[in-house]
């Protein structure tokens, strides 16, 4: 008996209630994302990349359908538990850093884990070496202002890391960067794929996407096909 996918979506619909008719976002989405997949959701704008992604990271709920994680099914579950499940489950990236300007490098790291049950130290010591995983061990003490955009990427993807997530959901993740930036971040991205977290991304980048073992091509809320 094989194992259950990281990730099963079955026949997911998305609504928005709308001041004329209700827009539907997602038509009937079925995916498996397995463990240690790297992934590309691919389409035009509007076609409900941004959308899905939220709904595969739990930071948004599906209108209909089931959603299972790891064989649990998570659709019904309160905000409360989803939160928690989120945080220990999942890192996010995001095109636009998302960094907290006024403190440093390592701050922002250490954020995901404030409220876990490790200790202040061994947040410290763990953001330190991650800071050093991806490159920044000597930017530790800047803040993002004195960051290049590649080097605040690091620090969002470090922070992604910091809880030991199963998966990586990353929202065009070089989107701000130039081509040879790019290609450093998807490299990094590449390498903690190769260590066993599945990363999930949104782009709409043909050079971004050649970095994922798979895509999912969405149009008009379907997916069209998987390559």
């Known amino acids: 008996m094989s194992a259950a996918p990281l990730i099963r979506l079955s026949d997911v619909h998305k609504r928005y209630e ?3 008719a209700p827009t539907e976002v997602l038509r009937g989405i079925d995916l498996d994302i397995a463990h240690g997949d790297f992934t590309a959701l691919q389409g035009p704008s509007g076609s409900g990349k941004s959308t899905l992604l939220h709904i595969l990271g739990l930071l948004d709920r599906p209108t209909s359908g089931r959603y299972e994680l790891d064989g649990r ?3 019904t579950l309160d905000d409360d538990t989803l939160s928690g499940l989120r945080n220990r489950t999942f890192g996010f990236v995001f095109q636009s850093f998302h960094l907290i300007p006024y403190v440093t490098a390592l ?3 250490l954020l995901p884990g ?6 202040r130290r ?4 763990r953001a330190r070496d991650i800071l050093e995983r991806v490159g920044l061990a000597d930017r530790a003490q800047f803040r993002p202002g004195q960051l290049s955009g590649g080097q605040q990427q690091r620090v969002a993807l470090a922070r992604a890391l910091l809880n ?3 998966c990586i959901f990353a929202d065009e993740p070089t989107g701000q960067l130039d081509s040879t930036t790019s290609r450093e971040i998807m490299e990094l991205l590449a390498r903690i794929n190769a260590q066993g977290t599945t990363v999930v ?3 709409h980048d043909p050079q971004t996407a050649a970095f994922a073992s798979s895509a999912i091509h969405l149009l008009d809320g379907r997916i069209k096909g998987d390559a």
């Not at 404030?114 to 200790?119: D, H, I, K, R, V």
């Not at 061994?122 to 010591?125: H, K, M, N, V």
Request: glycine share 8%; proline share 8%; charged share 15%.
């Open 18 to 20: 709308t001041a004329g």
């Open 122 to 125: 061994e947040l410290t010591a």
């Open 114 to 119: 404030l409220y876990g049950p490790q200790s």
């Open 201 to 203: 991304m949104v782009t």
């Open 164 to 166: 030991e997530p199963s």
């Open 107 to 109: 701050e922002n790291v």
């Open 73 to 75: 099914d998570v659709s």
